[in-house]
């Protein structure tokens, strides 16, 4: 059976949290609602964006949440258009993929970015031929309901048993569970330890190295 790694996209592989909060700034102002604290956005990301919003405003309309959303993507492909998205890999992915693949696991990615924005992220960094299933929220609900993980086990051929789920929040850990895969939580990206221990993370990690280990625990 095959083993498969599923990464986490924005605080996981990648720190993007600087484009998401100034993406969210400008699509409030652009609706004339006062700018969310940066921490606030933070404990979204990983949500598809309409659930991202009405988490933010869990006042407004249903027709209200779409809208932002909408407008939320034309912002940041705005900011992309003017060299202003930057979402550098996190120290020690690089090294952490390729020490997974000389392992014999298969890669994968879960996220609530768009198909297009994960496709532009991956290709930028060199990184998208590594990974035999990419699930994001163009086809999927939102995390933590677990159609990604599975859409993703079915593609690559791997058993919930032989496979885990690698990302910063309490969101996909709660997807990890709810998949029966094996949830590794990670202390670099926008949720804190005692998130993600209280979502039920199997482990928690500080580095990617660490996620190598793990690896190797399983048979």
């Known amino acids: 059976m095959n083993r498969l790694a599923i990464f986490d996209c924005d605080g996981t592989l990648v720190d993007s949290q600087a484009n998401i909060c100034l993406a969210m700034e ?15 956005t ?10 991202a919003m009405r988490a933010m405003l869990p006042e407004a309309e249903a027709d209200f949440h779409l809208a932002l959303a909408e407008d939320y993507k034309i912002v940041f492909q705005g900011l992309r258009g003017r060299g202003l998205v930057h979402e550098p890999l996190y120290d020690g992915i690089t090294e952490l993929i390729a020490a997974l ?21 991956l290709e930028h960094h060199g990184l998208h ?7 994001t929220a163009d086809r999927h609900p939102s995390k ?21 789920m690698i990302g ?3 969101f996909d850990i709660m997807m990890a569970r709810a998949a029966s ?5 990670v202390t670099w990206g926008y949720h804190d330890r005692e998130t993600l221990k209280e979502a039920g ?19």
């Open 181 to 185: 895969v094996r949830g590794v939580g």
């Open 201 to 219: 993370a199997d482990h928690i990690v500080g580095e990617p190295a660490a996620i190598a280990a793990i690896a190797r625990s399983f048979s």
């Open 101 to 121: 693949d000389e392992a014999g696991w298969l890669l994968g990615v879960a996220t609530g970015k768009s198909d297009r924005g994960l496709r532009l992220c």
């Open 129 to 135: 031929a590594r990974f035999v299933t990419l699930q």
């Open 42 to 51: 933070r404990r979204v990301v990983g949500l598809s964006l309409v659930e």
């Open 26 to 40: 400008e699509c409030f102002a652009r609706a004339k609602l006062d700018p969310p604290a940066r921490e606030r």
């Open 168 to 170: 910063d929040t309490s």
């Open 144 to 164: 933590p309901h677990p159609s990604m993980i599975e859409a993703a086990l079915a593609e690559a051929g791997a058993a919930p048993e032989s496979a885990m």
